[in-house]
């Protein structure tokens, strides 16, 4: 089975300081996203990325950057957290084309990042 | 842009019965996917069913069925049978053939009464 994994289900910061948020899938996907989750809002995309060292804005880019030094591996970056960041973060990844499931997103558990 | 639209925030429905969550979307592509995603509460996102608009058929997955109408705009999702374990936030989304962004809408939380 596709396995995706973010690094923690709940997440306490202060404002103002640099967090991290990784995730990793155990597929060689080559398509990760990161989005984020409000109720009201449903799911945003922040950032992709379609390749080691590639990365696009998605729809709320702003006060987030990324990073993909390994295929597996997609980091979220906040740069310094604000009250407003507070939300659940979602990462995902995309089967590879040409297999049965292509084009279909697989998530990770989820990262509730309360920013204080 | 393109856009995702589920009406129905909230819904509940008696176990063992049906229950049809609605979604629409905007788009002037030809070619793109559809998908309903279930959010059981405090777990993983999964994918429910996916539908190609090249297909007509509708795309049917035990209990799970869609209902798509290309012309409207249109993508329900039908649930039998519903069950306990069906209680979750469900989320419609939108996929173009030509790029990997899925755009998604809002999210129907679904109640099973027992």
């Known amino acids: 089975d596709v396995k995706v994994t973010q690094s923690s289900r709940y997440l306490v910061k202060r404002t103002g300081e640099k967090v991290f948020l990784e995730c990793v899938q155990d597929?060689?996907?080559?398509?990760m996203f990161w989005y984020r989750q409000d109720p009201g809002l449903g799911l945003r995309l922040i950032y992709f990325?379609?390749?080691?060292?590639?990365?696009e804005k998605g729809d709320i880019p702003e006060g987030y950057s990324v990073s993909r030094e390994k295929k597996e591996r997609f980091s979220l970056i906040l740069e310094s957290a604000s009250t407003n960041q507070t939300s659940m973060y979602l990462c995902?990844?995309?089967?590879?084309?040409?297999?049965?499931?292509?084009?279909?997103?697989?998530f990770g558990p989820g990262t509730r990042l309360t920013v204080l | 842009a393109q856009t995702v639209t589920q009406s129905q925030p909230e819904m509940s429905v008696q176990e063992a019965e049906t229950v049809t969550l609605s979604c629409t979307y905007d788009?002037?592509?030809?070619?793109?996917?559809l998908f309903w995603y279930k959010q059981p509460p405090s777990r993983q996102m999964i994918l429910v069913i996916r539908?190609?608009?090249?297909?007509?058929q509708n795309a049917t997955e035990n209990r799970f069925s869609v209902n798509f109408q290309k012309a409207a705009k249109s993508f329900s999702l039908k649930i039998s049978d519903s069950q306990l374990g069906d209680a979750a936030m469900y989320f419609c989304?939108?996929?173009?053939?030509?790029?990997?962004?899925?755009?998604f809408g809002t999210g129907t939380r679904l109640t099973i009464i027992p």
């Open positions: 995902a990844s995309i089967v590879s084309p040409g297999t049965r499931d292509t084009d279909t997103q697989y």
């Open positions: 597929m060689d996907h080559e398509n």
């Open positions: 990325s379609y390749d080691v060292k590639m990365k």
């Open positions: 788009t002037s592509e030809s070619d793109y996917y």
């Open positions: 539908q190609e608009a090249y297909k007509q």
């Open positions: 989304a939108y996929r173009s053939a030509s790029y990997e962004k899925l755009t």
